[in-house]
């Protein structure tokens, strides 16, 4: 296995929805293919939005924006992301949506990385 791997995030999430780190990662000899954590670097438009409900049953998840503004629903509250550096942490089980509110750019690690823990709900909440 190589010891040291370096890139660059924003080109390569282009494939994997803004994934570059975790288990979905291969060659499974990749530095960057684990179970423990999986890392984002999402670029969305004004706008762009997941209009389903998704959980996640076994990961805890961190959203940090790194610029512009981001709104994270859940049951019984909206956050919004609107300073560099503001962030929000939920764990796992807890159902959540977002929406763009600008142009902007954040970073979201999971941990642990585990295939199909990630699930869009059938129903709104």
């Known amino acids: 296995m190589t010891k040291v791997v370096f890139g660059n995030a924003k080109e390569e999430k282009a494939n994997r ?7 979905f ?4 000899d990749d530095l960057r293919s684990t179970e423990d954590l999986e890392v984002k670097w999402g ?3 004004y706008g762009d939005s997941r209009t389903e409900w998704a959980v996640n049953h076994q990961a805890t998840t961190l959203s940090i924006l790194i610029n512009g ?3 994270l629903k859940f049951e019984d509250r909206e956050i919004v992301l609107s300073r ?3 962030y929000v942490l939920w764990c796992a089980g ?6 763009a509110e600008s142009d902007c750019t954040i970073v979201t690690v999971r941990w642990p990385s585990k295939s199909g823990d990630s699930v869009e709900m059938q129903q709104t909440i």
């Open 17 to 23: 929805g803004g994934w570059f780190l975790g288990h």
């Open 25 to 28: 990662i291969s060659p499974l």
């Open 43 to 45: 670029v969305h438009s």
């Open 69 to 71: 503004k981001f709104c």
């Open 84 to 86: 560099e550096g503001d």
């Open 94 to 99: 807890v159902a959540h949506t977002w929406v």
